[in-house]
């Protein structure tokens, strides 16, 4: 079902996002991955400025994997921008992370993330995970077909 929506995963460990893009093809997930390693380069992306003002050089994702530790700009600050940009917080957020501190996941959900999911430390489980990923966001959520621009009320 939603299969062609790019997924941008904003993670800036090699051995993590490696290991994620070999469970995805593992999985059979055929969705474009696009990667930023920072939080302002995550911004750029989004906002398709800087290196990604190119022409399609920066879809706009379908969904965001997103990793709180970050150098510079964090996560947290990355999902707050978004949810607080009219023309972003449509985007699904699932963190992806090592913390389980009760702080980091209860300001994740407060600031608008679709789901907090912990990196599990061995090759099975992460496995499973991204399987039942697959199953629930991309076989059967219905996402939105946002194209980024903000809804007038009234």
């Given amino acids: 079902m939603n299969r062609d929506?790019?997924?941008l995963v904003v993670e800036d460990n090699d051995e993590d996002f490696d290991m994620l893009q070999m469970?995805?093809?593992g999985?059979?997930?055929p969705n474009p991955l696009y990667r930023c390693t920072e939080g302002e380069e995550a911004l750029?992306?989004?906002h398709q400025r800087g290196r990604y003002a190119a022409v399609n050089s920066a879809p706009r994702p379908g969904l965001l994997l997103l990793d709180l530790n970050l150098a510079g700009l964090d996560g947290r600050q990355v999902l707050e921008h978004m949810k607080n940009d009219g023309r972003?917080?449509?985007i699904p957020v699932l963190v992806f992370s090592t913390s389980d501190n009760p702080k980091d996941v209860q300001s994740a959900y407060a600031?608008?993330?679709s789901g907090y999911l912990l990196k599990p430390v061995d090759l099975a489980r992460f496995e499973r995970m991204i399987r039942l990923f697959k199953e629930f966001w991309l076989d059967h959520?219905?996402?939105p077909e946002d194209d980024g621009r903000e809804v007038a009320h009234g």
């Fill in 88 to 90: 972003l917080k449509s």
């Fill in 44 to 46: 750029d992306f989004l």
């Fill in 5 to 7: 929506l790019p997924i």
């Fill in 27 to 29: 999985a059979g997930i």
């Fill in 23 to 25: 469970t995805f093809q």
């Fill in 141 to 143: 959520i219905v996402m």
């Fill in 111 to 113: 600031n608008g993330a």
